[in-house]
């Protein structure tokens, strides 16, 4: 799977990063899916290869606007792009009428059908290679974050079951090799009994706003990807003296070393830290207070960035394709 960043900065957009939105790309393929929407995503879109038409799912974390205000525009324009396959959407209920009516008053009419869910009454949600299940953080307003698992990845054959089967090898088993349900002595053996997956599966979990990371304990035990706000510095909460609802650097980083996480991304920065590390404070801050209690592998998201899970099952910066 791979992250491309739609959007890192916290509350209202720089000049360098747009407000939240995060897409997470299947392994093979082009199928995608979206989590957060906010302002301008559309036109981060643009920069990038990703098609509306490719788009699988849509999961909003929370009511804030820098996380939802771009969905109108968003799904206005699949359905000017052509899309016509029907499109889930989970996100809070709140947001439900608010996107009816906006769609409504604006004469939005879309031609694929919108299917919108509920994040607090999804047990789970799945695509046929992704398997999404929600978990509840903890901010100033209901808020969540979704664990991304794949299911059978790089599925091989079961040797063993085929020739206990009886099924000869040949044509059939390229046929269930491919996915595709064949017949044979009367019976059909469908693909997804004789396929086994020839790697364990990934886990990414992408977070939305959260001021206890301790919250994700149950499901980051040696996650491959954590992807959670660090919104704040330990000193300018000290000086504020306030968090909003959100972490610092430190806290996440303390929690994913204990959690034993690989690969921790931060995102979702205080527009108050400044590209140049020269200047106070500067996103390199972040970078240091993170590194101080983590001795993973760390990334700080970047606008339009795409990440990879290399060989090593380190993150590494690829470009678009």
Request: net charge negative; proline share 6%; glycine share 8%.
């Amino acid at each position: 799977m791979d992250l491309q960043f739609l959007g890192t900065s916290a509350g209202i957009p720089t000049k360098a990063r747009n407000v939240s939105g995060t897409a997470l790309i299947e392994a093979s393929g082009s199928a995608w899916y979206l989590v957060d929407c906010g302002e301008a995503t559309q036109h981060q879109l643009l920069r990038t290869p990703l098609s509306v038409c490719d788009l699988r799912a849509i999961f909003i974390t929370h009511v804030h606007g820098d996380h939802c205000f771009g969905l109108p525009g968003l799904l206005a324009s699949a359905g000017m792009s052509g899309r016509s396959e029907p499109l889930d959407l989970i996100l809070p209920a709140a947001l439900h009428e608010w996107l009816r009516l906006g769609l409504a008053v604006s004469e939005t009419y879309l031609p694929f059908e919108l299917r919108l869910q509920a994040v607090e009454s999804l047990e789970g949600w799945c695509s046929g290679n992704i398997q999404v299940t929600p978990v509840q953080l903890s901010h100033r307003v209901p808020s969540y974050g979704y664990v991304f698992t794949e299911v059978n990845p790089d599925p091989r054959l079961d040797i063993q079951r085929l020739e206990a089967d009886g099924v000869p090898r040949g044509p059939l088993w390229g046929e269930l090799a491919h996915g595709h349900s064949v017949e044979h002595a009367g019976r059909w053996l469908h693909a997804q009994d004789y396929l086994r997956p020839s790697r364990p599966p990934r886990r990414v979990i992408v977070c939305g706003d959260n001021d206890t990371p301790g919250l994700l304990a149950d499901v980051a035990q040696g996650v491959d990807v954590l992807v959670h706000e660090a919104t704040f510095t330990e000193p300018v909460v000290e000086r504020t003296q306030a968090t909003f609802g959100h972490s610092t650097a430190a806290a996440v980083a303390r929690f994913a070393e204990s959690a034993g996480v690989a690969n921790l991304v931060l995102t979702h920065f205080s527009a108050r830290y400044q590209p140049n590390a020269q200047r106070s404070p500067s996103i390199e801050d972040v970078r240091q207070e993170a590194r101080a209690h983590y001795s993973g592998h760390l990334v700080l998201a970047q606008d339009l960035q795409r990440y990879r899970m290399g060989r090593d099952g380190c993150l590494v910066s690829v470009d678009a394709q």
